[in-house]
Structure formats: structure tokens, C-alpha cells
């Protein structure tokens, strides 16, 4: 299954389907086989990276509304 990321509204990020994760080292996130996760968007769980619905507590609030990327600008080589 393709990996999907979803942005919540005041909330956490949902990754689903096939994916792995590392830390700022390259050391790989053991996930036990978990296919879906929920990353922390407030930076107040106690569990980083993972979400623990802090965000709930502190009234974290935000919307994301999905929008187009300007085109790539090639690098010079």
C-alpha cells in the first residue's frame, strides 16, 4: 500500500500504508509492525516523535489547507 500522510485539524500527522522512520541519525524507529502512526504536530507529547493527544490539553490549534509548490528549481551543477 502506498504511504499516505494526512495533516488533522489542530492535531497530529497520520502516516499509513508502507514507510519506515528514522531519527535526526539515521537510527530506524522499530514499529513494531505497525502500518499506522500518528505524529505529535504540537511539540508537547511526551513521546517524540509519536502523538499522545497533548495537543488536546494545551488547545493546540491549526488548520492546514493543501496547496500547490512552486516548481522545482534545478540546482547548478
Known amino acids: 500500500m502506498p504511504t499516505k500522510v494526512a495533516m488533522k485539524r489542530s492535531g497530529s500527522i497520520h502516516v499509513e500504508g508502507d514507510f519506515e522512520l528514522f531519527d ?20 508537547a507529547t511526551k513521546d517524540q516523535p509519536f502523538c499522545d493527544h497533548t495537543h488536546k490539553l494545551i ?19
Open 24 to 43: 535526526q541519525e539515521g537510527n530506524k524507529f522499530d514499529l513494531g509492525g505497525r502500518t499506522k502512526i500518528k505524529l505529535c504536530r504540537c511539540g
Open 59 to 77: 488547545g493546540f490549534r491549526t488548520d492546514v489547507t493543501a496547496q500547490a509548490l512552486p516548481p522545482l528549481v534545478p540546482k547548478p551543477s
